[in-house]
Nanobody
Framework: QVQLVESGGGLVQAGGSLRLSCAASGRTFSRNGMGWFRQAPGKEREFVAAISWSDGTYYEDSVKGRFTISRDNAKNTVYLQMNSLKFEDTAVYYC?????????????????WGQGTQVTVSS
């Protein structure tokens, strides 16, 4: 059974940093696209960042230059380093994985999802 477990969320002041982790189990995702999405209260779940099997990275415009996605295949884990956090980054952050190699900003194209971790940025 495939599981994605996020951790690292919390409360941080604006301008601060957090590092989210997504640990996968049940199968190896070293040759799969992985992504991070977020959902704020009353809003749709939106794309944040993704990393392909070849370590190509992609970001939503509002997080470019502030967030960095990376992966450690030996640990079957994907990370999201978030710097210069803003109040509008407050959301539940979800890790997602695809069966395929590549990535997409479309949430419906992902096959596996974690349960989410709350990130709250105080202004």
């Amino acid at each position: 059974q495939v599981q994605l477990v996020e951790s690292g969320g919390g409360l941080v002041q604006a301008g601060g940093s957090l590092r989210l982790s997504c640990a996968a189990s049940g199968r190896t995702f070293s040759r799969n696209g992985m992504g991070w999405f977020r959902q704020a209260p009353g809003k749709e779940r939106e794309f944040v960042a993704a990393i392909s099997w070849s370590d190509g990275t992609y970001y939503e415009d509002s997080v470019k230059g502030r967030f960095t996605i990376s992966r450690d295949n030996a640990k079957n884990t994907v990370y999201l380093q978030m710097n210069s956090l803003k109040f509008e980054d407050t959301a539940v952050y979800y890790c997602a994985a695809k069966r395929g190699l590549w990535v997409s900003p479309e949430k419906n194209s992902y096959d596996y999802w974690g349960q989410g971790t709350q990130v709250t940025v105080s202004s």
